[in-house]
């Protein structure tokens, strides 16, 4: 029976986790989840941001070479290029990293299974696995699903589509490849 005394000591259940419903982590805590269209829509903006600064640095270089018509300044350029890039890769395939962990997090397995990546192939099946299985519904041992903000939703949805539509022009290569052996013969020479 409930104790109406207004000075009772407070009582709470301390093995529910905290703010159980609620994922208060940011998306670049590996302690949080990631639902499918949040972890399809963070990789694409990864993706697409990767893209934007390997242009940018090649541009300033490749200006920076021409304005000074020196191909030392470009072999400098180029070699400060390939640091930068470098650089950049490494700090954006730790955060790629921190959104796989978050999405497996969302279907209730460790980060560590986040090393089969480095597998061939079975990096292929165990990504796609990642990317179709649906989340947990409701909190499991990694916390309370993360609500999918509007624009994660319209992003994910983008590139779910830009998926299949590669795996589609991939196939159709495939097919064109299989169907035309002399093209096959045509390309290698070519190489």
Do not use: C
């Not at 980060?111 to 947990?136: C, E, Q, R, S």
């Not at 519904?137 to 699903?145: D, I, L, Q």
Request: aromatic share 10%; net charge neutral; no cysteine.
């Amino acid at each position: 029976m409930a104790s109406s005394n207004p000075y009772q000591t407070p009582q709470t259940d301390v093995t529910a986790p905290p703010m159980a419903g609620v994922d208060q982590t940011g998306p670049f805590d590996a302690k949080g989840r990631f639902g499918r269209l949040s972890y399809i829509a963070w990789a694409l903006a990864a993706s697409f941001l990767v893209n934007i600064v390997q242009f940018v640095v090649m541009m300033v270089i490749g200006v920076g070479a021409g304005v000074s018509g020196s191909s030392d300044a470009a072999t400098a350029g180029g070699g400060i290029a390939m640091v930068l890039t470098f650089v950049f890769a490494l700090v954006v395939m730790v955060v790629t990293i921190i959104f796989f962990i978050r999405r497996l997090h969302d279907i209730d397995l460790s980060g560590w299974w986040a090393l089969l990546m480095l597998v061939p192939l079975v990096n292929f099946v165990f990504g796609l696995y990642a990317v179709i299985k649906p989340g947990t519904a409701g909190v499991n041992r990694f916390g309370p699903p993360r609500e999918t903000r509007g624009w994660e939703q319209v992003v994910g949805i983008i590139g779910v589509v830009l998926m299949v539509l590669s795996l589609v022009a991939l196939v159709g290569l495939l097919i064109v490849v299989l169907a035309n052996p002399e093209l096959m013969q045509q390309w290698s020479q070519a190489m």
